[in-house]
Antibody, heavy 121, light 107 residues
Framework: QAQLVESGGGVVQAGGSLRLSCVAS????????MHWVRQAPGKGLEWVAY????????DYSASVKGRFTISRDSATNTLYAQMNGLRADDTAVYYC??????????????WGRGTRVTVSS | DIQMTQSPSSLSASIGDRVTITCRAS??????LSWYQQRPGEAPKLLIY???SLQSGVPSRFTGRGSGTQFTLIISSLQPEDFATYYC?????????FGQGTKVEIK
């Protein structure tokens, strides 16, 4: 069945970089937009970034714009998040999620299990 | 940016209770709202999209209502597996922000 699996998390010093990956299987990856959503320890969900199914459009939250880059590789069915200039408040579990749209409403029907990023100061 | 505000932040309820969670958008988002359930240590799970459409496989005790700026998630008869945190989410345009969450605990 359809599955998303994140990897690439770890411990990094403030100011450092990390690249997260999300491998999709059991679905036609090139047909779907994708998102990154994060959750800081003990906190709620925060939308981070979106990429269109063909990679031609991206959107970012204000908190990561200019530091994070979302991208995708259709050959390997992989979604990426390149995270630069990491700060302590970027510490979170990062989830990738599949984008669906119905009657103009965008929602996330499939989620990975997440990968943990810890930024040490 | 449009802010999403949920109430209450937490509630205590018993098995079989009817539970109502409210989400308010600071501006109209039409019916472009979804609801997610998150149990501890798990990824979020989609319950409702388009304000009132039940995701496939989700029990019918979950109901979504509302449009514009006011939305509700109703659990008609709380079950043990429903103790979790619930989030509303705007799906009209970026930034696709979430409400702060409502934690449903056992009374």
């Amino acid at each position: 069945q359809a599955q998303l699996v994140e990897s690439g998390g770890g411990v990094v010093q403030a100011g450092g970089s990390l690249r997260l990956s999300c491998v999709a299987s059991g679905l036609r990856f090139t047909s779907y937009g994708m998102h990154w959503v994060r959750q800081a320890p003990g906190k709620g969900l925060e939308w981070v970034a979106y990429i269109r199914y063909d990679g031609t459009e991206t959107d970012y939250s204000a908190s990561v714009k200019g530091r994070f880059t979302i991208s995708r590789d259709s050959a390997t069915n992989t979604l990426y998040a390149q995270m630069n200039g990491l700060r302590a408040d970027d510490t979170a579990v990062y989830y990738c999620a599949r984008d669906l749209v119905a009657s103009g409403c965008r929602y996330f029907d499939l989620w990975g299990r997440g990968t943990r990023v810890t930024v040490s100061s | 940016d449009i802010q999403m505000t949920q109430s209450p932040s937490s509630l205590s309820a018993s098995i079989g209770d009817r539970v109502t969670i409210t989400c308010r958008a600071s501006q109209s988002i039409s019916s472009h709202l979804s609801w997610y359930q998150q149990r501890p240590g798990e990824a979020p799970k989609l319950l409702i999209y388009g304000a009132s459409s039940l995701q496939s496989g989700v029990p019918s005790r979950f109901t979504g209502r509302g449009s514009g700026t006011q939305f509700t998630l109703i659990i008609s008869s709380l079950q043990p597996e429903d103790f979790a945190t619930y989030y509303c989410h705007r799906g009209d345009s970026a930034p696709y922000s979430f409400g702060q969450g409502t934690k449903v605990e056992i009374k």
